[in-house]
């Protein structure tokens, strides 16, 4: 991703581009950001030795221009009907739907999933990452402007927790097990965005954070699928174990850093009276967990092996070092944040 020197330019534009729409006092502004956003993203994304890149890169292409193309044409109607106010809010129910799903098919949230686990199988491990977080930072902002509870917004949560847990059931690929996985978070980001703006950014960093974890490790270790993962006989057990330790912290198992935010939610939404859909996220997660839990005993219990003479490792000592470190914050994170909260 920085071989190229041009990459640096499009670097800088893509993270301006979301600067511009978290920024923006209207809605045109917003849509500029969005479109820097995507152009910049674009020959990222595009690789000549790599078809399937160019694949992914056009479906995103496609479906980001749908997507800004409807925000864009609705928010011309809102400006032409009901003379669009100076703020980013839209009153009429019909205008705002249009436009909140117009923002959850440019992050992939269910049911405008569709070309986001595809896209995710044909890039880099770094791109990927990208998707996953950076590029949902600004629509989930500007949707934070908009997203009040009613029907559609409890259906988007619902339909996204359950189509991130069953869609990773049967996968093998490791893209598209965190491409799942991403959908399911998307729904808890979205349930947050209804009850106030700093649980969703609690959530979205540790999030990002556990999943620039995970695909650090991945990426160090060029791993892409499950049977690669059963027989990572050059790499030392613990690097293993961190790799599913971390996996666990993703899908929010006490008592990990990742459980913190689904905590608060969990408390938060309760206290809203929610208690039907906090059921059904709640179980949901568990499926998650399930075959994350079966990942790692078929790797450590069922198709464990290790040769007695192993070769010479390959990779830096600083792979291990940071694979290790960034594990331990996973995993002792959830103990420091409530002895720090209780001694203040």
């Given at each position: 991703?920085?071989k190229?020197p041009?990459?640096?330019?499009?670097?800088?534009?893509?993270?301006?581009?979301t600067?511009i729409s978290?920024?923006?006092?209207?809605?045109f502004g917003a849509?500029?950001?969005?479109?820097?956003?995507?152009?910049?993203?674009?020959?990222?994304?595009a690789?000549?030795?790599n078809l399937?890149?160019?694949?992914a890169?056009?479906k995103?292409?496609?479906?980001q221009?749908?997507?800004?193309?409807?925000?864009?044409?609705?928010?011309i109607?809102?400006a032409?009907?009901?003379?669009?106010?100076?703020?980013?809010?839209?009153?009429?129910v019909f205008?705002?739907?249009l436009?909140?799903?117009?923002?959850?098919?440019?992050m992939?949230a269910?049911?405008?999933?569709f070309?986001?686990?595809g896209?995710?199988?044909?890039?880099?491990?770094?791109?990927?990452l990208?998707l996953?977080?950076w590029?949902?930072l600004?629509?989930?902002?500007?949707?934070?402007?908009?997203?009040?509870?009613?029907?559609?917004?409890?259906?988007?949560?619902?339909a996204?927790?359950?189509i991130?847990?069953?869609?990773?059931?049967?996968?093998t690929?490791l893209?598209?097990?965190?491409a799942?996985?991403?959908?399911?978070h998307?729904?808890?980001?979205?349930?947050?965005l209804?009850?106030?703006?700093?649980?969703?950014n609690?959530?979205?960093?540790?999030?990002t954070?556990?999943?620039?974890?995970?695909i650090?490790?991945?990426w160090?270790?060029?791993?892409?699928?499950?049977?690669?993962?059963?027989?990572l006989?050059?790499?030392?057990p613990?690097?293993k174990?961190?790799?599913?330790?971390?996996?666990l912290?993703?899908?929010g198992?006490?008592?990990f850093?990742?459980?913190?935010?689904k905590?608060?939610?969990?408390?938060s939404?309760?206290?809203a009276?929610?208690?039907i859909?906090?059921?059904?996220?709640?179980v949901?997660?568990?499926?998650?967990?399930?075959?994350?839990l079966?990942?790692?005993?078929s790797?450590?219990?069922?198709?464990?092996?290790q040769?007695?003479?192993?070769?010479?490792?390959?990779?830096p000592?600083?792979?291990?070092?940071?694979?290790l470190?960034?594990?331990?914050?996973s995993t002792?994170?959830?103990?420091?944040?409530?002895?720090?909260?209780?001694?203040?």
């Amino acid at each position: 991703m920085f071989k190229n020197p041009t990459n640096l330019l499009f670097i800088g534009t893509l993270v301006s581009g979301t600067l511009i729409s978290i920024s923006a006092n209207s809605w045109f502004g917003a849509w500029i950001g969005l479109e820097i956003n995507l152009l910049s993203f674009i020959p990222l994304m595009a690789n000549t030795s790599n078809l399937m890149s160019t694949e992914a890169s056009l479906k995103y292409f496609l479906t980001q221009a749908l997507a800004s193309a409807t925000l864009l044409f609705t928010v011309i109607a809102s400006a032409m009907i009901f003379s669009l106010p100076s703020t980013l809010h839209i009153s009429n129910v019909f205008l705002n739907t249009l436009v909140s799903s117009s923002l959850l098919l440019k992050m992939g949230a269910a049911p405008f999933h569709f070309w986001f686990p595809g896209v995710m199988e044909g890039l880099s491990w770094i791109n990927g990452l990208t998707l996953m977080t950076w590029q949902k930072l600004a629509p989930l902002m500007l949707l934070s402007f908009n997203f009040t509870l009613n029907t559609f917004t409890s259906l988007i949560i619902i339909a996204s927790v359950i189509i991130g847990s069953i869609g990773g059931l049967n996968q093998t690929s490791l893209r598209k097990i965190l491409a799942y996985s991403s959908i399911n978070h998307l729904g808890w980001l979205t349930a947050a965005l209804m009850i106030g703006e700093n649980l969703w950014n609690i959530y979205f960093i540790t999030y990002t954070f556990l999943t620039a974890t995970i695909i650090f490790m991945l990426w160090s270790f060029k791993l892409s699928h499950l049977s690669q993962t059963y027989s990572l006989t050059y790499i030392p057990p613990v690097i293993k174990f961190s790799l599913f330790m971390s996996l666990l912290s993703l899908g929010g198992l006490p008592p990990f850093i990742g459980f913190l935010p689904k905590w608060i939610i969990i408390q938060s939404l309760t206290t809203a009276n929610l208690k039907i859909i906090v059921t059904i996220m709640v179980v949901m997660t568990l499926i998650t967990l399930f075959y994350y839990l079966r990942i790692g005993f078929s790797a450590f219990m069922f198709l464990y092996n290790q040769t007695l003479w192993n070769p010479p490792s390959s990779h830096p000592s600083y792979h291990y070092l940071m694979a290790l470190t960034l594990t331990a914050i996973s995993t002792f994170g959830l103990i420091i944040c409530t002895g720090i909260y209780h001694v203040l």
